[in-house]
């Protein structure tokens, strides 16, 4: 098979295995999505209200972050604790998160490819909402003792569970309504959820620090912005009375005779049986974007703070530009994917990255508000490469039987190796050496990681498609 052929065999795949680099061929976006989603509601529609609820969802799971950097130390750990210990202990907490995700990635795969992806949503988004509230609610340290660190831990491993359900559900229900060959573009309206989620957690976290004394912030101020997550309740609900099921789904299960179903095995023993390699290839090429952008918005804050004794309303300021600016930088990325391919920019935007970190950090240690500004604005762009294309380059490895199952432990599983540990390898590298260049390495290495990980997609996509071109 020459090369004109093995192009035109990817740009065909068969609808049960689409590749990894696709450009979103009609063929399988035929199988994905429709011109129209059931009973007249709009494409648009649902790429915004997925994107409205990942983005509730994610700043429920970022304001953790930002608390983690700036008050729980204080008020969730006993007061005689080193401040360094401290810290690693609230960062702790914060991992928790991450390693429950593959968990939600489990149970939320499991019941959304056999149930539909509208339901698997609609209970990880209330579950979010009620576990980030309860965190608003619980008492400190200097309360009930070594009580308090315990409930957060719980609280915290709950919401883990839900955003690792929700990724799956939002991205879903947009890239398998997009019309032909804008999987890639409509994906990218769950991603634009995560910075907003960014700039809605530390807007409302700048206020707090600027609008109450440092006192009244850790006695009780902290607590509004978790209060205020009982709004993805109405989200949850707004999606069960207004959205239907995605149009994917629907086909696959019509199909699928009522008896062959309740036999059927589990989607994720299956996705585990038959893509193990994918997933974890997936978690690999995820590690870099995850890594590298929690050591943006959350290392580098509380470095910022702590080290380099910045203002922490101006760091938490910058954090929210870059954020903004990063919004526009996905849909453009992701609508991209759509005509260059979802790997070509991910290996680009990895290698972008990796080499921003070694500017990253001396730029924030000018001490200049303007460097800082200009180190995380570009290393967000750096990143919004990847994460643009992420979602559809995702969906289109698995087929629609076991892809909710299979994109999200993909996801979740870079995302308990990547970025919940970031912060915590980031503090005890700095404690170890004095320096940010060992960071800068540690950012490189995971970087490196991700672009061999989505190198072998692409070959393996490849080979694969060959095969049956053969």
């Known amino acids: 098979m020459n090369a004109r052929q093995v192009d035109k065999a990817l740009r065909q795949p068969s609808a049960a295995q689409p590749v990894a680099d696709g450009r979103a061929p009609a063929r399988k976006e035929k199988m994905m999505g429709s011109s129209a989603v059931n009973k007249g509601s709009s494409l648009f529609k649902v790429a915004l209200t997925a994107g409205a609820g990942a983005t509730i969802e994610w700043y429920d799971f970022f304001v953790y972050g930002t608390a983690a950097a700036l008050v729980f130390p204080k008020i969730f750990f006993a007061a005689d604790l080193p401040p360094l210990v401290a810290q690693l202990a609230a960062f702790s907490t914060f991992a928790v998160g991450f390693i429950a995700r593959p968990f939600g990635g489990i149970v939320f795969g499991h019941f959304g490819d056999l149930f539909g992806r509208k339901?698997?949503?609609?209970?990880?988004?209330?579950?979010m909402g009620l576990a980030t509230t309860a965190i608003g609610f619980l008492p400190t340290y200097a309360g009930v003792g070594a009580l308090s660190p315990l409930l957060l831990l719980a609280l915290r491993f709950v919401q883990g569970i839900a955003v690792g359900g929700q990724w799956g559900g939002a991205a879903l229900m947009a890239i398998e309504s997009a019309p032909p060959g804008r999987g890639g573009f409509y994906?990218?309206?769950?991603?634009?959820g995560v910075p907003l989620g960014v700039v809605l957690s530390n807007i409302v976290f700048f206020f707090m620090v600027a609008a109450f004394p440092q006192n009244a912030f850790e006695t009780w101020a902290w607590r509004v912005p978790f209060i205020l997550s009982i709004a993805l309740v109405f989200v949850g609900l707004y999606i069960q009375t207004r959205l239907e099921e995605s149009v994917a789904f629907e086909q696959t299960a019509r199909t699928q005779d009522l008896t062959q179903k309740e036999k059927r095995k589990s989607p994720v023993l299956q996705v585990l049986a038959r893509h193990p390699k994918k997933i974890v290839l997936a978690g690999g090429a995820f590690i870099?974007?995850?890594t590298c952008f929690y050591a943006a918005i959350t290392y580098a804050v509380s470095y910022g703070d702590s080290v380099l004794h910045l203002?922490?309303?101006a760091m938490l300021a910058s954090v929210v530009a870059a954020s903004v600016v990063m919004v526009p930088g996905l849909l453009f990325f992701g609508a991209l994917s759509d005509r260059w391919g979802r790997s070509t920019l991910f290996m680009a935007g990895a290698a972008l990255t990796g080499l921003w970190s070694f500017a990253f950090f001396p730029l924030l240690e000018t001490l200049s508000y303007p460097a800082v500004l200009v180190a995380l604005i570009v290393e967000l762009l750096c990143l919004s490469v990847m994460y643009g294309p992420q979602?559809?380059?995702?969906?289109?490895?698995?087929?629609v039987e076991v892809r909710y199952s299979g994109a999200s432990l993909g996801y979740q599983l870079g995302a308990v190796i990547g970025g919940g540990f970031a912060p915590i390898i980031a503090t005890a590298l700095f404690a170890k050496y004095a320096s940010t260049l060992p960071i800068s390495i540690f950012l490189f290495g995971v970087c490196f990681i991700s672009l061999t990980c989505t190198y072998f997609l692409t070959r393996d996509a490849k080979s694969s498609s060959a095969r049956r071109g053969s």
């Open 119 to 127: 339901k698997a949503l609609l209970v990880a988004l209330l579950t």
């Open 187 to 192: 994906g990218s309206f769950v991603q634009i």
């Open 288 to 290: 870099a974007s995850n």
């Open 311 to 313: 203002s922490r309303s």
């Open 391 to 399: 979602a559809a380059l995702f969906a289109e490895l698995f087929p």
